[in-house]
């Protein structure tokens, strides 16, 4: 089993920034794409940005040139900087990790509990 801990949610003004992290944590995996995806009120959860082993990456168009997503895959930490938010940022902001049990077939597709993000105007 891959536990995911994210931090860094928050209240922030318009324009502002955050950061957010999530550290896997377990036994004998590897991950191949670690994502952020969010779910506002009344909204089914979508994608926000996701970044593969190799550092690909694929952002919503929403976000694109404000949010930048990094990772450590020695650490199997992911971060997502948050730029210039808006108040349609506002969600809960979940993790996302992908991949295999090392030495196995069996793969993984673990999410974090998720942190709240508000964006006030």
């Given at each position: 089993?891959?536990?995911?801990?994210?931090?860094?949610?928050?209240?922030?003004q318009?324009?502002?920034?955050?950061?957010?992290?999530?550290?896997?944590?377990?036994?004998?995996?590897?991950?191949?794409?670690?994502?952020?995806?969010?779910?506002a009120?009344?909204?089914?959860?979508?994608?926000?940005?996701?970044?593969?082993?190799?550092?690909?990456?694929k952002?919503?168009?929403?976000?694109?040139?404000?949010?930048?997503?990094?990772?450590?895959?020695?650490?199997?930490?992911?971060?997502?900087?948050?730029?210039?938010?808006?108040?349609?940022?506002?969600?809960?902001?979940?993790?996302?990790?992908?991949?295999?049990?090392?030495?196995?077939?069996?793969?993984?597709?673990?999410?974090?509990?998720?942190?709240?993000?508000?964006?006030?105007?």
């Open positions: 089993q891959v536990q995911l801990v994210e931090s860094g949610g928050g209240l922030v318009a324009g502002g920034s955050l950061r957010l992290s999530c550290a896997a944590s377990g036994s004998s995996f590897s991950i191949n794409a670690m994502g952020w995806y969010c779910q009120p009344g909204r089914e959860r979508e994608l926000v940005a996701v970044i593969r082993r190799g550092g690909s990456t952002y919503a168009d929403s976000v694109k040139g404000r949010f930048t997503i990094s990772r450590d895959n020695a650490k199997n930490t992911v971060d997502l900087q948050m730029n210039s938010l808006k108040p349609e940022d506002t969600a809960v902001y979940y993790c996302n990790a992908q991949g295999y049990f090392s030495g196995s077939y069996y793969s993984f597709d673990s999410w974090g509990q998720g942190t709240q993000v508000t964006v006030s105007s």
